[in-house]
Every structure is written in structure tokens, then in C-alpha cells.
């Protein structure tokens, strides 16, 4: 059974950085797909970021484009998001997600950790 776990997370101003990890244990990310996904109040979750499991090929959502890039260091078991130029609208609990197969921009993943929340404040 694999476990994420993430942190990172905090309160913020507008404009700071923030980077998030999510540390796993269970199973080897190198063979998994890794992606991180938002939910703010009242809101559904959303794709964040991701990163296929072959490649290291990368996609994210246009509104965090630019501003975000995800990593991940197999050998530490550990993905990153590093998030700059933060926004109130990036207010939410970010979640890391891993599954088997190519990247997927949809909730179709085996694994969830149970968040960790980002505030950001205007």
C-alpha cells in the first residue's frame, strides 16, 4: 500500500514563493506517474502539475504555467512543487496523487495523500 504524505504548505502574501513536497513510501515513484491537484472551498479539484513516469515529461494547468514547476528526485522518493509568484487564487489544499501509467490530467489516480493547505493572501 503506498502512503504520501505532503507538507510545505502555509500562509502567505501575494507574490511569495512556496514549495511543497510530498514524500512516499510503499512503492518506488520512479515507475509511477506523479501529479499534484488543488481543491478550494466550494470548488472541485483541479489538475495542478504532473509528471510522467518514463519521461520526466511535464504538463501543467495554464493558470499555474509559468509560475509552478514540478520535480521529482527518485531517489529520495520525493516530488516537489515549487510555486512562485503565488496568487489569492491559488488558495487551496493541494494534494499529491501517483499512478500506474502515462500522465493524466483527470482524477484518474491510484494514490492520494491527504493535502496540505496553501494560503495565500492579498
Known amino acids: 500500500q503506498m502512503q504520501l504524505v505532503e507538507s510545505g504548505g502555509g500562509l502567505v502574501q501575494s507574490g511569495d514563493s512556496l514549495r511543497l513536497s510530498c514524500v512516499a513510501s510503499?512503492?518506488?515513484?520512479?515507475?509511477?506517474?506523479m501529479a499534484w491537484f488543488r481543491q478550494a472551498p466550494g470548488l472541485e479539484r483541479e489538475f495542478v502539475a504532473a509528471?510522467?513516469?518514463?519521461?520526466?515529461?511535464?504538463q501543467y494547468a495554464d493558470s499555474v504555467k509559468g509560475r509552478f514547476t514540478a520535480s521529482r528526485v527518485n531517489a529520495e522518493n520525493t516530488v516537489y512543487l515549487q510555486m512562485n509568484g503565488l496568487k489569492p487564487e491559488d488558495t487551496a489544499v493541494y494534494s499529491c496523487a501517483a499512478r500506474h501509467g502515462p500522465l493524466q490530467i483527470t482524477n484518474d489516480y491510484d494514490y492520494w495523500g491527504r493535502g496540505t493547505q496553501v494560503t495565500v493572501s492579498a
Open positions: 509528471i510522467a513516469w518514463a519521461t520526466s515529461d511535464t
Open positions: 510503499g512503492l518506488r515513484i520512479s515507475t509511477l506517474t
